[in-house]
């Protein structure tokens, strides 16, 4: 009994600290030593697959619970319902849900936030009807599941319904919270402003949805407002200022954290990395990691991230790959930094090395990886690399943004392939932009392909909308009375194509 205590210690010890990953590995190893799992244990394990979408082991964890005889165990079967709801299995959710000897309230909200989760908000309408008993949690799920959904008028009036002696101070952040996650300042200020008390999370949340929407005068003046602050507010501020390219603000804030009395911690660390990284501060950034090796703030992923970023980007790449080494766990954001930082130094084949190196690893590329890597083929001139990353994002189910084909019909260009960059151009699932096709006509001059050149001035010709792109053309070459042709078919309210002469012969 005593060794399960331990090992169910361990479990929770590792879910308090945010480690699912480390809870699960715990779990298996309590597995081997001890054999059958034990009541308190089961639900922590179950969080930890649902806060990472581990199905398939959640239905292993499911199964060792049938055979321990506790699914009964109304806690246990409450963590079932979420690890499935969670997943995006609905229907055994609410399958274990039905066959529940028992229930209480925790299961019935678990059961709504599952349907919510999964965009059933009829199916979470109709069993919230059914309940006969309700607590603020359960208006609070119906709020921001609605929310989530996109439907924040039935959010609204979910809220409003709401009885006044369960609308808590939860309830209303969560309002002014579903609110400035959309964007909808007034109406996250308009709830905010009838809040009779206020919690240190409102505060924060108020602040991040003005940075969120670039304004940063009011996320100040709000900040300025408070007659008590608390570190998560404090950080809020200095991320809002990153986030938005305030970088003098960022150091001077962080200044008045810690005179405010204050100790920086993971967060606080990671916006002024950002910082330091956007504005090239390298010397800042080095003091910064320096404090860091003498303090107790623990080097998670998230700063392991932005030390390998902000030493990449400010140029000192021999640290940045040393950091990058060490990583006891790189994620793909690990990766991307360290290539990003590589493409933008012109590192050209030590980032298809490394791109090789992640393909061979656990971890899948995604849209930043090969924006990345397709920036680098085109700095360094890699045709034949290039095409082979562009090919693989297919297999890897990454989506191609017009910014990658514009990577590569820049690469194309520069290698003189004009015919093959024009044809990606006509081929593009989405529309080309002016940069895009301002690159393309570049190529063409650069290398002197009038053939080509006239090509792809007749392609751009198609599509009125990028008349402004050719006048811009135009003028640059002198030829005035084909400028403000495209001038003024352009500022034209129906922008139709002007018929009548030929591109060729103007």
Known sequence: MRQNA????????????????????????????????????????????????????????????????????????????????????IASARQLFDEMPDRNLI????????????????????????????????????ITGYARNGDMATARLVFDAVPEGLKTVVTWT???????????????????????????????????????????????????????????????????????????????????????????????????LSACAQAGMLDVGREIHERLLNSRIVLNEFVVNSLVDMYAKCGDLGTARLIFEEALEKSSTTWNSLITGLAVHGRCREVIELFTRMEESSMRPDEITFLSVLSGCSHGGLVKEGLESFSKMERYGVKRSVKHYGCLVDLLGRAGR????????????????????????????????????????EFINEHSHHYRLLSNIYAASERWEMAERMRVAFSATECEKITGYSVLAA
Not at 9 to 22: L, T, Y
Not at 109 to 124: F, L, P, S, V
Not at 429 to 450: F, K, M, Q
């Open 418 to 457: 004009l015919e093959d960059a024009l044809n990606l151009v006509k081929g593009m699932p989405v529309e080309p932009s002016d940069t895009i096709l301002g690159s393309l006509l570049g190529a063409c001059r650069t290398h002197s392909d009038t053939y080509m050149t006239a090509k792809v001035l």
């Open 174 to 272: 969560s309002m002014v919270s579903v609110y400035a996650s959309n964007g909808n300042m007034e109406a996250a200020r308009e709830v905010f402003e009838k809040m009779g008390a206020r919690n240190f999370y409102v505060w924060s949340v108020m602040i991040k949805g003005y940075f969120k929407r670039g304004d940063a005068v009011k996320a100040r003046e709000l900040f300025d407002g408070m007659s008590l602050r608390n570190l998560v507010i404090w950080n809020s501020l200095i991320s809002g200022f990153a986030q938005n390219g305030m970088f003098s603000e960022v150091m001077d804030a962080f200044m008045r954290m810690q005179e405010d009395g204050f100790e920086p911690n993971e967060v606080t660390v990671v916006s002024v």
């Open 107 to 142: 299961s019935w909200n678990t059961m709504i936030g599952g349907y919510m989760w999964n965009g059933y908000t009829g199916a979470a309408s109709a069993l919230f009807a059914m309940m006969t008993e309700r607590t603020s949690v359960t208006w609070n799920t119906m």
């Open 6 to 89: 331990g090992w169910f210690e361990s479990i929770k010890n590792c879910i308090n600290h945010r480690k699912p990953k480390a809870a699960i590995l715990t779990y298996i190893r309590m597995r081997r030593c001890c054999g059958g799992i034990v009541i308190p244990a089961a639900p922590l394990v179950l969080k930890a697959c649902a806060s990472l979408s581990l199905l398939n082991f959640g239905k292993v964890v499911h199964s060792e619970i049938i055979k321990s005889g506790i699914e009964s165990n109304v806690m246990v079967g409450t963590s079932l319902i979420d690890v499935y709801g969670k997943c995006r299995n």
